[in-house]
Each structure stands twice: as structure tokens, then as C-alpha cells.
């Protein structure tokens, strides 16, 4: 065991139950926050892995949730809608998504879902959109456009995106992703429904000749061309933005956040 950031630390693999139960057991581990996944990119370049880890990794977690009495969060993701969905995502309606990673999210809130009535295990999850930090780098999505691009901005003036102008999607800043999770996770038990293992959040929706544009405000010179790739087809099947009224109503959630004030963020936490 070693400390990280003044915590205690420890490296487990998400697949091990045992492991995570004698963690959990020897440490007095209350609450799991359960963030280790393959993102869409990365999942659909290796399927296979990234349902073993996405989807083994939260049967692990929930065994080991059941086995200790455990709170857990696991996320969700806008990726659990496909092409059929409206465009605006309603919280209940059809899930067809035709990505891997979206599947394997989908399962993720039916297992959670069953756990919590099979079990009582007190498990709770947001629909997280692209998020957005200065502190940790992309990790592997189609949204990691809207995080690369400051990055380019500061360091060349210059970003090459992989989705093509007009790609709408849902984005948040992390302050309000951590916010959101920590509100979620504090509300009682009792507030929460039927969506207690996927919520979606009001958040922001802006595409990507938008976010670049802000960005153009604020950093001189800065040029933005866009060469869409594979990740376009993924970006394509998800929705524009999200309708977070249940989230609002059930626990109270509403972002801090819009773009210009997201955009400030950013290029201050990486002048720094
Ligand atoms: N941000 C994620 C991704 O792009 C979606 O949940 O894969």
C-alpha cells in the first residue's frame, strides 16, 4: 500500500471480487466510486476487453458492494442512446446504442438496477456527458475533442478535430461532474427513482465549431480545422443535448457552467 495525494492508495485489478472485498474490509471502505473503464474510442478499437472491463468490472464491484454493504456510484454515459433516440434525450426511452461502450453502459444500469431491488445494494449513477478538465488528460472518448483542443490551442494555436463542425453533443465541465456525483451521492436514499442507476443531468450542448469559437475569443490567432475520423460515426449515433428535469427535480441538480465560463476555466487552469 502507498499514499497518493495524502489518501491511501492501492492498485487492484476490477475484475478481482476478492481483492476488492479484503480492500474494502481492511480499510473500513464505506462507498465505491467505480470510474475504471474502457471510453468509447479506446472500446471500440478492443470489444472484447472493453466489455470485460466495463461489464466485469461493475459485476465485481456490485458483488463485492453486496458482500460489504457498500454504497456505490457507477456511471453512465450519453453513449447508452443510439441513432433512434430523440435528439434531445428524454431520461426514459428506447436504448438501441450501436457502440460497444454504449452496451456495455446500458447492462451496467440493468445490473445496478438489479442489485438495488434483488439486494437493497444502495447503488446510484449519472449519464455522464464529454467532460471537460485542464487537470486530467483525455482518456480514450469521441469527446476528447473538447478537451484536446485547449491543449492545442495554448501550446500550436492550431487544432486539427476529428469530428466535423456542426457535431453537437452534450459536454460538462468537471467541477460541475464532480458536484453532480457528490450531490447525487449525498441525496437520500428515499428521493431517489426508477433512474436512481443512470440519471440524466442538465448540462451543456454546443458543437464543435462553437466550442472553437469560444476559444477563438479568447486566444488570439487561434485556427481550428476539422478532418473527421471514425469517432464521427459514434458522435453521430449519440444525442445533441439532454433533458436533466428528473435529476433536477428528484435531488435538485443544475450545472454552474455555461461555455464562455467553462472556456475562462480551462484556459486558466492550463496558463497556470
Ligand atoms: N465521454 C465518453 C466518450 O467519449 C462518453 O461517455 O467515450
Not at 24 to 31: H, K, L, Q, Y
Not at 146 to 166: T, W
Not at 216 to 232: A, I, K, L, N, T
Request: glycine content about 8%; proline content about 5%.
Amino acid at each position: 500500500m502507498d499514499t497518493a495525494n495524502n489518501g491511501q492508495f492501492v492498485i487492484l485489478d476490477v475484475l478481482d471480487t476478492e481483492a476488492i472485498i479484503q480492500t474494502c474490509v481492511s480499510n473500513g471502505v464505506g462507498t465505491i466510486y467505480h470510474l475504471a473503464a474502457l471510453l468509447s474510442a479506446t472500446g471500440e478499437k478492443n470489444p472484447e476487453l472493453c466489455r470485460r472491463v466495463n461489464v466485469g468490472g461493475t459485476i465485481s464491484v456490485l458483488e463485492a458492494a453486496k458482500a460489504c454493504s457498500l454504497r456505490v456510484f457507477i456511471p453512465s454515459s450519453i453513449a447508452v442512446f443510439g441513432p433512434d433516440a430523440p435528439k434531445h434525450a428524454p431520461q426514459h426511452t428506447d436504448l438501441n446504442p450501436t457502440t460497444v461502450y454504449g452496451e456495455t453502459k446500458v447492462e451496467g444500469e440493468a445490473l445496478a438496477m438489479a442489485s438495488w431491488k434483488e439486494f437493497g445494494v444502495d447503488v446510484r449513477g449519472i449519464r455522464y456527458p464529454g467532460l471537460i478538465s485542464y487537470k486530467a488528460p483525455a482518456g480514450g472518448g469521441t469527446t476528447d475533442y473538447a478537451v484536446e483542443i485547449f491543449h492545442a490551442a495554448i501550446q500550436d494555436g492550431h487544432y486539427d478535430c476529428f469530428v466535423r463542425e456542426d457535431t453537437r453533443l452534450p459536454m460538462m465541465y468537471m467541477d460541475d461532474a464532480i458536484r453532480a456525483t457528490l450531490m447525487l451521492m449525498d441525496a437520500p436514499s428515499g428521493l431517489l427513482g426508477a433512474a436512481r442507476a443512470g440519471y440524466n443531468i442538465d448540462c451543456q450542448s454546443f458543437t464543435a465549431r462553437e466550442l472553437a469559437d469560444a476559444i477563438s475569443d479568447q486566444v488570439e490567432g487561434f485556427h481550428c480545422e476539422f478532418s473527421p475520423d471514425v469517432r464521427q460515426e459514434y458522435a453521430d449515433s449519440w444525442p445533441d443535448s439532454i433533458d436533466g428535469s428528473l435529476a433536477k427535480d428528484e435531488w435538485g441538480w443544475t450545472p454552474d457552467y455555461d461555455l464562455p465560463k467553462m472556456v475562462q476555466a480551462m484556459l486558466d487552469g492550463l496558463s497556470q
